[in-house]
């Protein structure tokens, strides 16, 4: 059975998201990611892989931080199957995701969906505050990812597969089986960055 997902990246800059949608689509990466510059509008990746209920044909949209593009973020939210909300070792992201990025989505996705929060950059040792309580009460679930190995890519479908098994809510996946595979053209066109150089590290 072929199955489709929509996925879309949220949080602030800086945090990896791009990273994250990078390696997703070369989960065989064992090194660092390119360098890019922050996201302009949102960019755009593709992926296959396989789960026990067949082979998932992803979109990964990574949607730009910063306060001057968050009016576009709805286009690329609508329609989503999962929403990865990153943020990393600063406790003003995991904030931010709490304040900001968490009622944005529920004010502007109205369909079942899964919901991942993603600390990335696990790398960097931080103990000035817990997820658990947070995630717990909103029901996400809640991985750790580090870019630095390449592992974050493998880590995050892995989850993603998980959710499709083990999803409470009614609806999130009753569609995923049955919808085709769009073309490029029938999603919002990103701005894209600056092409990557090759500084390695984690990045937006």
Not at 116 to 145: E, M, P, W
Not at 183 to 193: N, V
Request: glycine share 6%; proline share 7%.
């Amino acid at each position: 059975m072929a199955l489709y997902l929509k996925v879309v990246l949220v949080g602030d800059s800086d945090v990896g998201k791009t990273s994250i949608g990078y390696l997703m689509s070369h989960p065989l990466t064992t090194g660092t990611v390119p360098y890019t510059e922050s996201t302009v509008g949102a960019s755009y990746f593709r992926t296959k892989f396989d789960s026990p209920g067949g082979r998932i044909s992803a979109d990964i949209w990574d949607t730009a931080g910063q306060e001057r593009y968050h009016s576009l973020v709805p286009l690329y939210l609508r329609n989503a199957n999962v929403v990865l909300y990153v943020y990393d070792h600063r406790p003003e992201t995991l904030v931010s995701i709490m304040d900001k990025w968490e009622p944005f989505v529920r004010a502007n996705l109205h369909r079942p969906h899964v919901s991942i929060l993603i600390r990335n950059k696990s790398d960097v040792d931080c103990r000035q505050y817990s997820d658990s309580d947070y995630a717990a009460s909103r029901g996400f679930r809640k991985i750790q990812t580090t870019c630095l190995n390449g592992s974050a890519g493998k880590t995050v479908i892995a989850e993603i597969v998980n959710s499709y098994y083990r999803s409470p809510s009614p609806g999130v996946w009753e569609e995923v089986a049955s919808a085709p595979i769009p073309h490029l053209s029938q999603e919002p066109i990103p701005q894209q960055s600056e092409a990557p150089t090759t500084q390695p590290g984690c990045f937006c």
